[in-house]
């Protein structure tokens, strides 16, 4: 099957800095890819949509400036978390379309810690 | 995307068949349905999906009502590895499109010596 990788898989940062987390899609080119979050004991929530070489598509609620994401390459997606807050620890997953036939493939996963 | 109802957890038997319910009565004629799995603190695996057909892989078997307003998930023998989130979710599936999943809250699934 498809291979998707993150990383970082876990991160632990101060209050207010910036974390980035890549998306890569290793055996395929990808042109959407999918941002998750997911809080402990939930479901996962869709946070946006990532298109190659265009603007991401948010899910109503999430901040575009908060979550900045970058789809510069058919095989990589990036979410910047900017000025993380506690509030923003969770797990974030990636999932990226193999478009020819629909389908998903997730990532890992890569869990952040906000202190 | 139609809206799914599962039960929210089961517990089965190790070597014993797990069968998972999904109720999914307002699904349009062209959206299929989805399974996933969820392994603790990892990102979701894809198990099998299927329209109308019932379904089999090596992981599992899809069994769709012929109104095709639920499913049941067929897991022959489940092994302790199998503990899991799984999630049954219906999505549109046009080729050379990428549409969206939506996950519900999914059924915990605990498999026990």
């Known amino acids: 099957g498809a291979v998707v990788s993150q990383h970082p898989s876990r991160v632990i940062c101060k209050s207010g800095t910036s974390v980035k987390i890549e998306c890569r899609s290793l055996d395929f080119q990808a042109t959407t890819m999918f941002w998750y979050r997911q809080f402990p004991k939930q479901s996962l929530m869709l946070m946006a949509t990532?298109?190659?070489?265009?603007?991401?598509?948010?899910e109503q609620g999430v901040e575009k400036d908060k979550f900045l994401i970058n789809h510069a390459s058919l095989t990589l997606s990036t979410l910047t978390v900017t000025s993380a807050h506690p509030e923003d620890s969770s797990f974030y997953i990636c999932?990226?379309?193999?478009?020819?036939?629909?389908?998903?493939?997730f990532g890992p996963g890569t869990r952040l810690t906000v202190l | 995307d139609a809206k799914t109802t599962q039960p929210p957890s089961m517990d089965c038997a190790e070597g014993r068949a797990a069968n998972l319910p999904c109720n999914h009565s307002t699904i349009s004629g062209n959206e299929y349905v989805y399974w996933y799995r969820q392994i603790h603190s990892q990102g979701p695996q894809y198990i099998i999906h299927?329209?109308?057909n019932n379904e089999t892989n090596e992981m599992a078997s899809l069994i769709i009502t012929e109104d095709r307003k639920s499913s049941t998930l067929i897991l022959p023998h489940a092994t302790l590895r199998d503990t899991a989130v799984y999630y049954c979710?219906?999505?549109?599936?046009?080729?050379?499109?990428?549409?969206?999943?939506?996950f519900g809250t999914g059924t915990r699934l605990q498999v026990t010596l």
């Open positions: 990532s298109n190659e070489g265009s603007k991401a598509t948010y």
């Open positions: 979710i219906v999505r549109v599936a046009l080729a050379g499109t990428a549409s969206k999943l939506t």
């Open positions: 299927g329209l109308k």
């Open positions: 999932s990226a379309t193999r478009t020819s036939i629909n389908e998903q493939f």
